[in-house]
T-cell receptor, first 119, second 117 residues
Framework: GAVVSQHPSWVICKSGTSVKIECRSL??????MFWYRQFPKQSLMLMAT?????????EQGVEKDKFLINHASLTLSTLTVTSAHPEDSSFYIC???????????????FGPGTRLTVL | AQKITQTQPGMFVQEKEAVTLDCTYD???????LFWYKQPSSGEMIFLIY????DEQNATEGRYSLNFQKARKSANLVISASQLGDSAMYFC??????????????WGLGTSLAVNP
């Protein structure tokens, strides 16, 4: 299957600092990537859809000024958590659909996730 | 209303036995896709199996098979010959519409599977 990497795998930061998380599709191009947040023992919550070359589309209730998304190339999307606070501590995970060929499953492949802890 | 329903928060199975994880869905689209993912304690989401709404045969991938009953809107995951490494959270997800048009997935709440030795 397709491979998606995510960096860093974990980060601890002080309240008020900004944290950047990178998501890369390693062996395919991704015009679209998705950013999710997951709390312990809960399902995935879609935060935003990252679109290469255009603005991200945020889900209702997600602060676009706090969670900045940049999809600079066909293989890289970044999520920056600005002025992080303890309530932003969570597991952040990205995904990229493999492609949109007719009849294809367009399966989303996931990065390994980033555990963010804000002190 | 929930569009993906996983009614089993937790399941236990004996090693080497088969287990079925339930998933029902709700959509008015004729074209849609159904996915199962595994999430071990490490957190990574591992794609297991896919079923398209127009696929006439049930999908199979090794020890995983999807029991697709379109009229009942169910897409249960069957794991045969369970192994200790199968212990994980399992999520059912649905993509409404054709691939490439609406690529967002709708997720169920997940089922935690524990395989006993």
């Amino acid at each position: 299957g397709a491979v998606v990497s995510q960096h860093p795998s974990w980060v601890i930061c002080k309240s008020g600092t900004s944290v950047k998380i990178e998501c890369r599709s390693l062996d395919f191009q991704a015009t679209t990537m998705f950013w999710y947040r997951q709390f312990p023992k809960q399902s995935l919550m879609l935060m935003a859809t990252s679109n290469e070359g255009s603005k991200a589309t945020y889900e209702q209730g997600v602060e676009k000024d706090k969670f900045l998304i940049n999809h600079a190339s066909l293989t890289l999307s970044t999520l920056t958590v600005t002025s992080a606070h303890p309530e932003d501590s969570s597991f952040y995970i990205c995904s990229a659909p493999e492609g949109a060929l007719a009849g294809a499953s367009d399966t989303q492949y996931f990065g390994p996730g980033t555990r963010l802890t804000v002190l | 209303a929930q569009k993906i329903t996983q009614t089993q928060p937790g399941m236990f199975v004996q090693e080497k036995e088969a287990v079925t994880l339930d998933c029902t869905y709700d959509t008015s689209d004729q074209s849609y896709g159904l996915f199962w993912y595994k999430q071990p304690s490490s957190g990574e989401m591992i794609f297991l199996i896919y079923q398209g709404s127009y696929d006439e045969q049930n999908a199979t991938e090794g020890r995983y098979s999807l029991n697709f009953q379109k009229a009942r809107k169910s897409a249960n995951l069957v794991i045969s010959a369970s192994q200790l490494g199968d212990s994980a959270m399992y999520f059912c997800a649905m993509r409404e519409g054709n691939a490439g048009n609406n690529r967002k997935l709708i997720w169920g709440l997940g089922t935690s599977l524990a395989v006993n030795p």
